[in-house]
């Protein structure tokens, strides 16, 4: 028995070799491409609060955080 870190759904790996860590091949992509939008996120945000003055780079540096965070969370659960 397994969770798939992506629809946390358990389901029974068959066959031999390596436990497949997602349910699907779905899930496996899912997660990668959400892994990948969020490291973008990031970039994108820490670079305009970079080029950004005052208010905005507060803004975007808190944006930045939250997209970190929910990154981690996402690595994290991949991880697991
Ligand atoms: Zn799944």
Do not use: H, I
């Not at 397994?2 to 349910?23: D, E, H, I, L, N």
């Not at 496996?28 to 609060?49: I, P, S």
């Amino acid at each position: 028995m397994a969770v798939c870190p992506w629809c946390v759904q358990v389901f029974t790996p068959s066959g031999r070799g390596r436990p497949p860590r997602y349910c699907s091949p779905r899930c496996r992509k899912a997660q990668f491409q959400r892994e990948r939008t969020l490291k973008r996120q990031v970039e994108r945000y820490r670079d305009l609060a970079a080029n950004n003055l005052g208010p905005f780079r507060d803004y975007w540096t808190e944006k930045a955080a939250e997209a970190a965070d929910d990154l981690a969370a996402v690595q994290l659960a991949a991880r697991q």
